[in-house]
């Protein structure tokens, strides 16, 4: 079966940092592209980052450029999630997930998701 665990999240203060993983079993997702997602309560699941399979092309949601950096160690079969400078609103449960094909900056573009790390930035 295969599987995405993320670990990583936490509490921390505005302006800190934290680094996301994800390790995915039961298959080497080498060759799929790799994405971040988040999900505010109340909102709806947004794209944060997302990294091609070779990890060559990196893409990014406006809101965290410049600030997250998402990575991949393809013989560790792990991708990461750099988060500097947190914000409030960053806030949210955080997705790893992977994909084949489609458009990595959308949810249907993604064949397997982890169950979510929750990130909480306090003031």
């Known amino acids: 079966q295969v599987q995405l665990v993320e670990s990583g999240g936490g509490l921390v203060q505005a302006g800190g940092s934290l680094r996301l993983s994800c390790a995915p079993s039961?298959?080497?997702?080498?060759?799929?592209?790799m994405g971040w997602f988040r999900q505010a309560p109340g909102k709806e699941r947004e794209f944060v980052a997302a990294i091609t399979s070779s990890g060559k092309n990196t893409y990014y949601a406006n809101s965290v450029k410049g600030r997250f950096t998402i990575s991949r160690d393809n013989a560790k079969n792990t991708v990461f999630l750099q988060m500097n400078s947190l914000k409030l609103e960053d806030t949210a449960v955080y997705y790893c997930?992977?994909?084949?094909?489609?458009?990595?900056?959308?949810?249907?573009?993604?064949?397997?998701w982890g169950q979510g790390t929750q990130v909480t930035v306090s003031s």
């Open positions: 997930a992977a994909g084949r094909s489609g458009n990595l900056y959308y949810p249907s573009g993604y064949n397997y």
């Open positions: 039961g298959r080497t997702f080498s060759s799929y592209h």
